[in-house]
């Protein structure tokens, strides 16, 4: 079973359509959830830490948001450069610290 | 510049010789951790290290090795690589005092095992 989920796969937005991204997780006692965007040929780069319920983060055109069992990116009026894979990934309160379990991403196309 | 190395970039080499991919990373971070990426299944944690001498097991440890003798280095070992470890290989780093895992990953390894 996966302990994060992340729907949908795959999101086709015109330009200025906002939207939202979703990561679900199953751990108990979430330590941190973390959002990274990866371009295609290249390493994930690191966007948001969020650690409790309520919190939000913006950066840009992005913002996160997390609940007691999920967490939303919301993109408000995208534009082509914001095309990329969003990944999602948890740390468990009662794992190792630094165990870290990735979703399977979100690939965002803006089209103009 | 900040940066996380990985050596080599691309590899082919047949089943059951023995090769190590390198990581290094210039920003005195602690924490360090290995990943595969497989299409569908996303990034999988291999291994990873809290500091020197300290290694742990990750999602897919299996015919993986890594030792942490240095801050700066982490490399990956695949002791027998077997067909099922073509993939793609990331390395990342971070302080790992705050928590936040802003993790700095490098730019990939593409592994084929014939």
């Known amino acids: 079973e996966d302990q994060v989920t992340q729907s949908p796969e795959a999101l086709r937005l015109q330009e200025g359509e906002s939207s939202s991204l979703n990561c679900s997780y199953t751990v108990s006692g979430l330590r941190g959830l973390f959002w990274y965007r990866q371009d295609p040929g290249k390493g994930p780069e690191f966007l948001f830490t969020l650690y409790s319920a309520g919190e939000e983060k913006e950066k840009e055109r992005l913002k996160a948001t997390l609940t007691k069992k999920e967490s939303f990116l919301h993109i408000t009026a995208p534009k082509p450069e914001d095309s990329a894979t969003y990944l999602c990934a948890v740390e468990e309160g009662g794992s190792t610290l630094g165990r870290l379990y990735f979703g399977r991403g979100t690939q965002l196309t803006v089209w103009p | 510049e900040a940066q996380v190395t990985q050596n080599p970039r691309y590899l082919i080499t047949v089943t059951g010789k023995k090769l190590t991919v390198t990581c290094s990373q210039n920003?005195?971070?602690?924490?360090m951790s290995w990943y595969r990426q497989d299409p569908g299944l996303g990034l999988r944690q291999i291994y990873y290290s809290m500091n020197v001498e300290v290694t742990d097991k990750g999602d897919v440890p299996e015919g993986y090795k890594v030792s942490r003798k240095e801050k700066r280095n982490f490399p990956l070992i695949l002791e027998s690589p077997s067909p099922n470890q073509t993939s793609l290989y990331f390395c990342?780093?971070?302080?790992?005092?705050?928590?936040?895992?802003?993790?700095?990953f490098g730019p990939g390894t593409r592994l084929t095992v014939t």
């Open positions: 990342a780093s971070s302080f790992s005092g705050t928590g936040n895992w802003e993790q700095y």
């Open positions: 920003m005195n971070h602690e924490y």
